[in-house]
């Protein structure tokens, strides 16, 4: 985490360049001299502030699960509590439509998921972001289906999810994001369908 005192007009800055080194060299290659340089700032900064590369690439990620998530809400907000289908497609869509479908954003996912692996405090970042997304999930398809198989619904969604963003994160073309929806949509009206011909 950064320490008390950091220039919040510097956090975004020094976001953006470690996500703009990382799609460049990768994220062994992301060096704080070559992120301290994209960004136009000290190496001492970032040292000072965040500790050295890896609390700048907790920062990094904190920042993109805050943008995801405001996406999602933002996305939510519009939508009529009781359009709960509505409402799934929309989180699903938030989930590849403008900042998290950047390519700097998709490729420091992916190095992310690696690096999390290996590190307890990045692992759980990813573990918030896995359950957040299952629990908003979960809320709107209670209403739909019996829970236990709400809760493999919502499992299936975020599976497709995660292999659409790993597929794409690998593609040169990047995600296809209309693909995407199409894919899971189609997903979750089979499982609505096959769900109402079991209870007729």
Request: glycine share 6%; aromatic share 4%.
């Amino acid at each position: 985490m950064p320490k008390v005192g950091m220039p919040e007009v510097r956090k975004p800055q020094l976001v953006k360049a470690t996500m703009t080194v990382i799609e460049r060299v990768g994220l062994h290659a992301a060096s704080i001299a070559l992120i301290s340089r994209e960004a136009g700032v000290s190496t001492g900064i970032i040292n000072h502030y965040f500790g050295g590369k890896h609390g700048l690439l907790e920062e990094t990620m904190r920042a993109i699960l805050r943008e995801h998530s405001q996406t999602i809400m933002t996305a939510l907000a519009k939508i009529p509590k009781h359009a709960h289908q509505e409402r799934i497609n929309a989180i699903v869509e938030a989930n590849f439509s403008g900042f998290q479908a950047q390519s700097e954003v998709v490729k420091t996912w992916l190095a992310f998921w690696s690096y999390s692996m290996h590190d307890p405090q990045l692992l759980r970042l990813q573990r918030v972001n896995e359950k957040r997304l299952i629990s908003h999930l979960m809320i709107e398809l209670k209403a739909l289906l019996p829970i236990t198989v709400a809760h493999q619904v919502a499992q299936g969604i975020a599976a497709l999810i995660d292999g659409i963003w790993l597929r794409g994160a690998l593609n040169p073309l990047g995600i296809n994001t209309q693909k995407a929806k199409l894919i899971i949509t189609d997903y979750l009206e089979q499982q609505l369908a096959h769900r109402a011909l079991a209870t007729n």
